[in-house]
């Protein structure tokens, strides 16, 4: 039997996908999560959750620092990515921060005004999955 932490492991071959989402800036994570929140076929086809910094004795809460996301199928994965790009384009001159996407040790950053697809991104998360890397769009 797997443990909880395999069994939310990455995988590209059809299973469940887990990633990490980050945006550069104050607040970029956090007005991230909740853009994706109210996505009702991203609430259908996976879960999300923050991940916040632990704070300091005697500080209000944490740092928002990213967004973890896993989903049902590596189908999903087009879905998501998808809204991440729309919630880029719809941020004040397209000047949101840098974008990065994790899984699986595999890093791609978007960085503020370049061109990306879905696609583009999908195909890099994937081909390197299990790999160590870093892409950095500009």
Do not use: H
């Not at 916040?52 to 500080?59: D, F, L, M, W």
């Amino acid at each position: 039997m797997k443990s909880a932490d395999e069994a939310q492991k990455t995988t590209m071959n059809g299973g469940t996908v887990e990633l990490r989402i980050g945006v550069d800036g104050e607040g970029g994570s956090a007005t991230l999560y909740r853009w994706l929140a109210r996505d009702p076929d991203l609430a259908y086809q996976g879960r999300m959750s923050p991940v916040v910094t632990p704070t300091s004795p005697g500080e209000q809460g944490g740092t928002f620092e990213a967004v973890n996301v896993i989903l049902a199928n590596v189908a999903a994965l087009g879905s998501l990515v998808v809204a991440v790009l729309t919630y880029r384009s719809t941020r004040r001159g397209n000047s949101s921060g840098s974008i990065r996407f994790e899984s699986q040790g595999v890093v791609v950053t978007i960085e503020p005004g370049t061109q990306v697809s879905a696609e583009e991104i999908i195909a890099r998360l994937s081909d390197g999955a299990g790999g160590e890397q870093e892409t950095r769009q500009s």
